[in-house]
């Protein structure tokens, strides 16, 4: 069984930056996809939660165009960690972040972007 735990959510600024951590225990990262998704507020369901992007087990990355030039993905394989940097954050990237792989998610951590 796969376990993924997100952490470094919290509040900041806007135009300030984040990175974001999704620990993995029971696989190795460089064996699987792992996704980072979004839920923002008023959202309920799970299939609201919108793609932020993935790393793939090679290592290549994808994203929406969206996000790209402000958000990127990278991992560390001997922490078996995935993470996720933001920058350039907006009052609109408040949401939930939650990570997801072999279909299993983190319980989720939390980005608010306010002054």
């Known amino acids: 069984q796969v376990q993924l735990v997100e952490s470094g959510g919290g509040l900041v600024q806007p135009g300030g930056s984040l990175r974001l951590s999704c620990a993995i225990s029971?696989?190795?990262?460089?064996?699987?996809?792992v996704d980072w998704y979004r839920q923002a507020p008023g959202k309920e369901r799970e299939e609201e939660r919108e793609?932020?992007?993935?790393?793939?087990?090679?290592?290549?990355?994808d994203g929406p165009d969206s996000l790209k030039g402000r958000f990127t993905i990278s991992r560390d394989n001997a922490k078996n960690i995935v993470y996720l940097h933001m920058s350039r954050l907006e009052p609109e990237d408040t949401a939930v972040y939650y990570c997801?792989?072999?279909?299993?998610w983190g319980q989720g951590t939390q980005v608010t972007v306010s002054s």
């Open positions: 997801r792989s072999a279909g299993f």
């Open positions: 029971g696989r190795m990262v460089n064996s699987m996809i």
């Open positions: 793609w932020v992007g993935e790393i793939m087990s090679g290592g290549s990355t």
